[in-house]
């Protein structure tokens, strides 16, 4: 069960007789990223949302929500939101601007209200979950409750295709199959990063099993 606690999130969605439950988690320093969250709470990823905060040209902020496994597109955000361009803001900027540390961050309750948008796949599910404002717990809500009490503005915000790959080839062999496909593979998912990695042949599949590879290419025994 969840800890009893009330940070500034909670105080202003109880204030506003917004219903709310609380899932806690455990993390560390090393583990404060969405993929982490959605391993750790029980719901499907779509329904677990991160915060970002970002600032335009003109240095004015605002707060950014997509769901925790998906990659915020930077073009998307500017042009929904109307501005020339956005970027994040620095992490040593967040506790001052909104209140909130890295890892609790909160679309609710932040020292000042800026301009929120989300990603319009929250649509597609009836209660989504936030952080709480505090490192660890998980504040989980009525989709249509939220929209309303944040006013938000939503579209499509997501990058397409984005993300890392990690591929493992047999010692020597990427050299020789590299060159011909890679070039067609980033022409295709210029948003995804590549990691190559190279190993003996007998420790690929074991790189596969505790995630150090997502694809590995296998020598066939010789007969």
């Known amino acids: 069960m969840a800890k009893k606690f009330k940070t500034n999130a909670l105080r202003m969605l ?5 219903a709310y439950s609380i899932k806690e988690y455990e993390y560390d320093e090393d583990h404060l990223d969405g993929r982490h969250v959605a391993s750790q709470v029980d719901m499907v990823p779509e329904a677990i949302f991160k915060t970002l905060v970002l600032h335009d040209n003109h240095n ?7 769901p925790v496994l998906e990659e915020i597109d930077l073009k998307k955000l500017a042009k929904l ?7 994040m803001i620095h992490q ?16 609710v309750g932040m020292k000042k209200q ?3 948008y989300m990603d319009e ?15 660890g717990f998980q504040m989980i809500v009525r989709v249509q409750d939220i929209l309303a009490y944040l006013n938000v503005e939503m579209g499509d915000i997501i990058r397409q295709n984005a993300g890392l790959l990690k591929i493992a080839f047999p010692t020597m062999r990427g050299t020789y ?3 011909c496909t890679l070039p067609i593979f980033r022409s295709l998912y ?13 420790l690929l599949e074991g790189m596969l099993l505790n995630g150090d590879a997502d694809l590995a290419f296998f020598n066939l025994p010789v007969k």
């Not at 004015?60 to 997509?66: P, R």
């Not at 900027?93 to 679309?107: A, I």
């Not at 796949?121 to 209660?127: A, P, R, T």
Request: aromatic residues 6%; hydrophobic residues 35%; positive net charge.
């Open 114 to 116: 800026f301009p929120t």
């Open 121 to 135: 796949s929250i649509l597609n599910v009836d209660e989504v979950a936030f952080s709480a404002g505090k490192r």
């Open 81 to 87: 939101a109307g501005r020339k361009n956005v970027e």
């Open 177 to 179: 199959m590299l060159p």
């Open 14 to 18: 109880d204030k506003a007789k917004i």
């Open 60 to 66: 004015e902020y605002l707060v950014c929500c997509v």
């Open 190 to 202: 210029t948003n995804v990063r590549l990691e190559i990695r190279e190993a003996h042949s007998s």
């Open 92 to 107: 040593k900027d967040l506790l001052p601007v909104t209140g909130y540390m890295r890892g609790g961050c909160s679309p």
